[in-house]
Nanobody, 125 residues
Framework: QAQLVESGGGLVQAGGSLRLSCAASIPTFSSHAAAWFRQAPGREREFVAAVDWSGAMTLYADSVKGRFTISRDNAKNTVYLQMNNVKPEDTAVYYC??????????????????WGQGTQVTVSS
């Protein structure tokens, strides 16, 4: 059964760093794009970052550009999100997602076929 499991969330002070991991048990994971989304209480799920199947191409939301880095290790079937210089507004549940193929916009959550259960990130000021 296809599954994504996030880990690495927790409580961190503003200005600190955190590394999220997403372990995938999806056939042909190495052929699929992956992404991170986040959802804060009372807000819609929003795009954070995406990476293509090879790891060579990445896309970031303006709010995290220059602070977050998405990467992947296909040998380990894992996607990462390195979060540096975190801010209180980064507080949210972070979700990993995998898309079999993009039809339009990698920032649209409807493009993704598989989702993890989420991991909570809380940034204190």
């Amino acid at each position: 059964q296809a599954q994504l499991v996030e880990s690495g969330g927790g409580l961190v002070q503003a200005g600190g760093s955190l590394r999220l991991s997403c372990a995938a048990s999806i056939p042909t994971f190495s052929s699929h794009a992956a992404a991170w989304f986040r959802q804060a209480p009372g807000r819609e799920r929003e795009f954070v970052a995406a990476v293509d199947w090879s790891g060579a191409m990445t896309l970031y939301a303006d709010s995290v550009k220059g602070r977050f880095t998405i990467s992947r290790d296909n040998a380990k079937n894992t996607v990462y999100l390195q979060m540096n210089n975190v801010k209180p507004e980064d507080t949210a549940v972070y979700y990993c997602a995998v898309a079999k193929a993009y039809e339009s916009d990698a920032r649209d959550p409807n493009e993704y076929d598989y989702w993890g259960q989420g991991t909570q990130v809380t940034v204190s000021s």
